[in-house]
């Protein structure tokens, strides 16, 4: 298993943060395409789903389809997703924290990364590729907040 953690300071209200996180549906507005992340699509029934383990996802990734899902929800304090290949060989835990900064909001995402089979021979790569798309989301997560209308505006 593989663990990284990345920490940022956003310009945006907590709940606005959290809102964005936990709107999985809404993430192709926000998250653009890169070589590891090629997109996210959510089954209609589950998109506006309210409970945990409710809300699953489909994300496209270089090493192909990876099944998601919401599995806990802690409203403006923290998010868990888990995401595996239907084959079981990669599995990954995403957890995001977000709290109050003194008027910004720090979100500190955490990702744990299992493989299996011949995926154990690069997880080493696949740990990196990981880790570099982690930094990634987490910058395009502060650019779109950031660029959001506050109350207001």
Same mark, same amino acid.
């Given at each position: 298993?593989?663990?990284?953690?990345?920490?940022?300071?956003?310009?945006?209200?907590?709940? &606005?943060?959290?809102?964005?996180?936990?709107?999985?549906?809404?993430? #192709?507005?926000?998250?653009?395409?890169?070589?590891? +992340?090629?997109?996210?699509?959510?089954?209609?029934?589950?998109?506006?789903?309210?409970?945990?383990?409710?809300?699953? +996802?489909?994300?496209?990734?270089? !090493?192909?389809?990876?099944?998601?899902?919401?599995?806990?929800?802690?409203?403006?304090?923290? !998010? %868990?997703?888990?995401?595996?290949?239907?084959?079981? @060989?990669?599995?990954?835990?995403?957890? +995001?924290?977000?709290?109050?900064?003194?008027?910004?909001?720090?979100?500190? @995402?955490?990702?744990?990364?299992?493989?299996?089979?011949?995926? %154990?021979?690069?997880?080493?790569?696949?740990? @990196?590729?990981?880790?570099?798309?982690?930094?990634?989301?987490?910058?395009?997560?502060?650019?779109?907040?950031?660029?959001?209308?506050? #109350?207001? &505006?």
């Amino acid at each position: 298993m593989k663990s990284f953690t990345d920490t940022i300071e956003i310009d945006a209200p907590v709940h &606005d943060v959290y809102a964005t996180l936990r709107a999985v549906d809404a993430y #192709p507005a926000w998250l653009g395409h890169s070589l590891v +992340y090629r997109g996210t699509r959510v089954p209609p029934a589950t998109a506006a789903a309210p409970e945990p383990g409710s809300q699953t +996802y489909v994300d496209s990734t270089a !090493l192909g389809r990876m099944r998601g899902e919401l599995i806990d929800d802690v409203p403006d304090h923290e !998010l %868990r997703f888990h995401q595996a290949k239907p084959s079981g @060989r990669v599995d990954a835990l995403i957890v +995001y924290g977000v709290e109050d900064s003194g008027g910004r909001t720090r979100v500190t @995402r955490l990702g744990r990364l299992t493989t299996h089979g011949m995926y %154990r021979a690069v997880e080493p790569v696949v740990a @990196r590729m990981a880790a570099r798309e982690s930094r990634r989301t987490m910058q395009a997560l502060k650019a779109h907040a950031e660029a959001a209308p506050g #109350p207001g &505006d």
